[in-house]
Every structure is written in structure tokens, then in C-alpha cells.
């Protein structure tokens, strides 16, 4: 389980990559409102991966969640909108245009 809350109501995630190791639905967290978003599951309208693979990040054993080989859906996943961050958690840009499809999550490969 990435995402797990008792209620969720007035919770929000946006532009996020939410992903888990395990079998179990990876959001478990009723009215949460997930958006612009890529998960393994069905969740509304966000990109559904199937079946996470460790090969998507750099080094998934020694914990480096980089993206590498990740499916394409991950790069328009999320919609970045004026007043998100203009890079990512490494300093590489982001669109400056708002509504512009970009990678979910926090890494541009």
C-alpha cells in the first residue's frame, strides 16, 4: 500500500506516481480526490500501469526511485499547472506553460 488514510475527505494528490510492491491495491484511502496522477490500478480518471516493475526506476534495490525504463504513460500522467514547481527533485525543468502534459511524479528521466 503506497497511499492508505481512514477517511480522506479534503485530502488531494496531484501529479504523483503512486506505485507498490505489494499485491494489495496500492491506494487505500476512500475520498481521497487523486488527479493528474499514475498508479497501477484503476482510480478514476488517472493513468492505470498495471503491475509495477522494478526495472521503471535506476536502482530499485538500493533504493534510487529515479525513473529509468518507465512506461511511457508516466510521461503524460500529470498536467502541471501555474504555481507548480518549475523542476524536478533533481533541478531538471518542467514545463512552464500551464496544462501541459508532463512525467508524474517527482523525476524527470
Not at 496500492?26 to 516493475?53: H, I, K, R, Y
Not at 534510487?64 to 503524460?76: C, E, G, K, V, Y
Request: hydrophobic residues 40%; glycine residues 10%; negative net charge.
Amino acid at each position: 500500500v503506497a497511499l492508505a488514510c481512514g477517511e480522506g475527505s479534503g485530502s488531494s494528490v496531484r501529479n504523483s506516481l503512486v506505485v507498490s510492491r505489494s499485491d494489495e491495491d496500492e491506494v487505500q484511502c476512500p475520498n481521497v480526490a487523486l488527479t493528474d496522477s499514475a498508479l497501477e490500478m484503476l482510480f478514476d480518471s488517472n493513468v492505470a500501469l498495471g503491475a509495477m516493475q522494478i526495472s521503471w526506476f535506476a536502482s530499485y534495490a538500493n533504493g534510487d526511485f529515479h525513473l529509468a525504463a518507465s512506461p511511457p504513460a508516466i510521461n503524460t500522467a500529470a498536467v502541471w499547472q501555474t504555481g507548480d514547481p518549475l523542476v524536478d527533485i533533481d533541478g531538471d525543468a518542467r514545463p512552464l506553460t500551464g496544462g501541459t502534459e508532463d512525467y508524474a511524479g517527482a523525476d524527470r528521466p
